[in-house]
């Protein structure tokens, strides 16, 4: 169920320019040998210049995605 909040939240943000980015991967290694990696990658950071946490800290929407890479165990 879509109350609309999102779309009011989108409306009172403005965009933050991202000026510079370090996308590094996290790697995890199971017990079969297989490395699982993933890495985040930013497409968007909104800041909501009249909301604020509790400790007065800015509120920021951010859109990403995550690449993932599985490296399996070579027989």
Known sequence: MDDGSAVS???S???VEVLTAKEAWS???LAD???LRIKPIMISVSRAPEAQTTD???VY???S???TDVRPTRS
């Open 9 to 11: 939240l989108q409306t």
């Open 13 to 15: 943000t403005s965009d």
């Open 27 to 29: 790697e995890y290694h």
């Open 33 to 35: 040998g297989t490395v």
């Open 56 to 58: 007065g800290d800015p």
């Open 61 to 63: 929407s951010m859109r």
């Open 65 to 67: 995605t995550l690449v």
